[in-house]
C-alpha cells in the first residue's frame, strides 16, 4: 500500500447538502474537493500531469515548474515541487487573495503577479508572462493547464467515476463553473458516456466571455470586464473548455458567489471558496427549474485561503440573501 502524499489526492467524500433553499424535492449533493491535501481540485491534474511528464522525459530530477494560476494550481504544484525537489515559478493575476500567495510563497514557490487587467497575449498577462518565462528557460516543463487535454482527462479517469459511483448513478445534473474547462468537462464527459440524459451546466462570471460564446460561437471582447471571484470564467479560449458537453450556462455576480459561500459557513458550517459560493449558488437557482432533481456540484477550495476577501467584513453582516429559485 502506497502511503505518500500524492497518493491521498482523490476519493473525496460527497456529502448532501441540507438547509439551503432548493426547489421542491430536489436534493443537491457537493463532492468536497477542499480536502486533497494541497487544498484544492486542482492536485487532481497536477499530479496526472507531472507523473505523465516525468514518464515522457519531460521533466527531469531538480528542474523547474512553470505555470499560471489563479492559486490553487499553484499550491498543488508547490506542493508536489516540495515534495519532488522540483523549482516552481508560478505566475498570477493581482486579485488573487494575499492568502493564497502567502501558501504558495510558504512552500518555496517564486511568485510573479501581473496586473489583472492585462489583455490576452500583453506581456503583462499572466498567462502570457509564465509562457514566456518558459521559453526562457531552459528544460523547465510547463503544466499549460488551459490547453493541455490530460487536465480534463485527469477528471475523467478519477473525479467522474467517483461522482457516479458515489451516487449510484442517481443525477440528474452536474452544475460546476470553470475556467480551464478540466473538471466540468472531464466529468461530464463521463457522466455523459453512462447516462447522456444528464445535463452539464457551466456556471460563468460577469465579465467572462464563455456564457456569450456558447450561445453565439462569438468571442465579445467588449464584455472582458474585472471580477473578484478566482479561478472561474475566462478573458480568452481555453483548449480543454469543450463547449459540445455543455447544455447551459448561467451568469452570475461576485455579489452571488460570494453571498451563496457565506450562506454555506452560515447554514452548512462549511468554509468553501467564492467558486464553491458561484457553484452552489447555481445549483440552487437550477433546482427551481427543476423539481425532484438530484444535483451535484463540486466545492473547490476552502474559504481559509479568502477570509479578508469575502469572510472579515461579512462577519458584521449576519444576513445574507437568497438567490431566487428558477
Known sequence: MEHSLLSAIGNTPLVR???????????????????????????????????????????????TIVENTSGNTGAAIAMVAAQQGYRAILTMPDKVSAEKQAVLRAMGAEVVVC???A?????????????????????????????????????????????WEQTGGHIDLFVASGST????????????????????????PVGSIYYTYFYTDAVDESEIAPYAVEGVGEDHLAGCMDFS??????????????????????SQGLMCGGSSGANVWGAMVLSG?????????????????YLSKIYCQAARAPRVAEPALG
Open 17 to 63: 447538502l441540507d438547509n439551503l433553499p432548493l426547489g421542491d424535492s430536489a436534493s443537491l449533493w457537493a463532492k468536497l474537493e477542499f480536502l486533497n491535501p494541497g487544498g484544492s481540485v486542482k492536485d487532481r491534474i497536477v499530479r496526472y500531469i507531472v507523473a505523465d511528464a516525468q514518464r515522457r522525459g519531460l521533466l527531469q530530477p531538480g528542474g
Open 115 to 117: 496586473p489583472t487587467k
Open 119 to 163: 489583455r490576452p497575449g500583453d506581456p503583462d498577462h499572466y498567462v502570457q508572462r509564465a509562457r514566456d518565462i518558459h521559453a526562457g528557460l531552459h528544460g523547465s516543463f510547463m503544466i499549460n493547464q488551459y490547453d493541455n487535454p490530460l487536465n480534463a482527462e485527469a477528471h475523467y479517469l478519477t473525479t467522474g467515476p467517483e461522482i
Open 181 to 204: 474547462g478540466g473538471t466540468i468537462c472531464g466529468v461530464g464527459r463521463y457522466l455523459k458516456e453512462k447516462d447522456p440524459s444528464i445535463k452539464i451546466v457551466l456556471l460563468d
Open 245 to 266: 458537453l455543455i447544455d447551459e450556462v448561467v451568469r452570475f455576480t461576485d455579489e452571488d458567489a460570494f453571498g451563496a459561500a457565506r450562506l454555506l459557513a452560515r
Open 289 to 305: 427549474r427543476h423539481p425532484g432533481a438530484s444535483i451535484v456540484t463540486v466545492l473547490p477550495d476552502m474559504g481559509i485561503k
